[in-house]
């Protein structure tokens, strides 16, 4: 007896699968009206709004489409550049205008929203893989498998396997906090000293920091009294006072506590959307002091350093400032487009890109001194801090040994070990010194 065996039957699964993750898109879409209607007030029982989301979503793929191309335009140009020996001058453009008058706070709102909404399963792993291929991520570090993020943030802010990032075991090295490009880097040698942001143009670093900032500054001027006073002052007391902060004024602190040979650094590292997003301890110290800044949320890529004045002063961002064992750390975590939301993880109720009271004056920052009668929070170089949604920037402003003698030249100064336009990950090298 002959058996003819059907060809319906092997179509007939194909299509329960097929229905299947049908079944999942509609329930993914749904999500999203659900999502949407309960940042309108709730109301989603109209015809239109059906449509108004996956709309939205596609014009939103289509948007980081173009921008992904225009990204790799300028990344391009600035190679090119680069190679012949030439660097982009700052020049306002009819972009930066244009720019104050988009709500780009409301936009990384809903985009953050957006992100928050769960993919299905078997839809997890093309989304990351095609995000992937088009930032230059590695999912080989994910720590987890791709089907187990259920939403983009939750991909955005991934850990990495352990050993990805190995911390560099030298006690006298600072790390890198981030993955990242090496935008600048140098010393700070005078009061009202001014952080590069593009050729033609500087700010001041202590509008990047703050009014009320730690940050000591040390002239030319005052470091022969400052000696003197330090060679008079006890041991202990010097000692005592490294951990004194003021509470009715944060900005007061014991300037003998600091070494009168130490100079100023700082570095800005910038963080791509592809780049692995979390922030981690460039040494070990102390964080005393959190200070956010409510500001706008322009981008922070090339083309906008260049025709954007002020990028990294007007733009929203958490300040950490402490002590390390040299003196003074601070670390500027800066905000952009789509990347209003920096959380804290060693103060995770923190909550960036509020909506703002004020419209047209800028208001004072938030500010938070950490445990003002003991020594603040203690963190070890390679501790996460932080972490951003996307990719952004990070500035580090920092005390470090320096020789001003002649005789002593080299004895125990700081020196970076990278070059600008470098590419660096989290616990590789950023500068070294030497014991005396």
């Not at 982009?88 to 706070?105: C, G, I, N, S």
């Not at 001027?221 to 041991?235: F, V």
């Amino acid at each position: 007896m002959k058996f003819r065996v059907t060809q319906k039957f092997p179509m007939f699964i194909h299509q329960v699968t097929h229905n299947h993750r049908h079944l999942h898109l509609i329930s993914f879409v749904r999500k999203l009206q659900t999502s949407r209607a309960s940042v309108n007030g709730g109301s989603s029982s109209s015809q239109g709004n059906s449509f108004l989301v996956p709309g939205a979503t596609v014009a939103t793929i289509l948007m980081l489409g173009a921008l992904h191309a225009r990204r790799l335009y300028d990344d391009k140009k600035v190679e090119d550049a680069r190679e012949k020996g030439l660097e982009f001058e700052f020049h306002p453009d009819v972009k930066a205008t244009f720019l104050q008058l988009l709500p780009l706070r409301s936009i990384s709102r809903y985009w953050g929203l957006l992100t928050s909404v769960e993919i299905p399963v078997w839809l997890r792993p093309y989304v990351y893989r095609a995000w992937a291929r088009a930032f230059h991520s590695n999912l080989e570090e994910a720590a987890m498998p791709l089907d187990e993020y259920a939403t983009l943030r939750d991909f955005f802010v991934r850990s990495l396997k352990e050993g990805s990032r190995p911390i560099d075991p030298d006690p006298r090295c600072l790390v890198s906090p981030v993955d990242g490009t090496i935008l600048r880097f140098g010393e700070l040698k005078a009061a009202g000293a001014m952080i590069e942001q593009v050729k033609g143009f500087s700010y001041p670093v202590s509008s990047l920091l703050g009014a009320n900032s730690l940050l000591p500054m040390i002239t030319e001027e005052n470091t022969h009294a400052e000696s003197s006073e330090l060679e008079n002052t006890p041991k202990n007391q010097s000692k005592k006072s490294w951990w004194r902060v003021s509470l009715a004024s944060p900005k007061v602190w014991d300037p003998v506590a600091s070494s009168p040979m130490k100079g100023l650094f700082y570095c800005v590292i910038y963080l791509k959307p592809g780049d692995y997003h979390r922030i981690h301890s460039p040494i070990d110290w102390n964080v005393l002091v959190r200070r956010h800044f409510s500001g706008r949320l322009f981008p922070v890529n090339e083309r906008a350093t260049r025709t954007i004045r002020n990028l990294y002063v007007e733009n929203e961002r958490v300040v950490l400032e402490g002590q390390w064992q040299e003196g003074f750390m601070g670390i500027a975590a800066i905000g952009a487009t789509n990347i209003g939301s920096i959380e804290l993880f060693i103060e995770p109720e923190l909550r960036t890109n509020r909506p703002r009271k004020k419209f047209f004056h800028s208001e004072p920052p938030e500010e938070c001194i950490y445990e003002p009668e003991g020594v603040g929070v203690m963190l070890k170089k390679g501790d996460e801090m932080a972490a951003f949604n996307m990719g952004s920037t990070v500035v580090l402003v920092f005390q470090a040994p320096v020789s001003r003698s002649p005789k002593n030249q080299g004895s125990s100064e700081f020196s970076f070990c990278i070059r600008k336009g470098d590419r660096i990950c989290v616990g590789e090298a950023l500068g070294r010194w030497h014991d005396s």
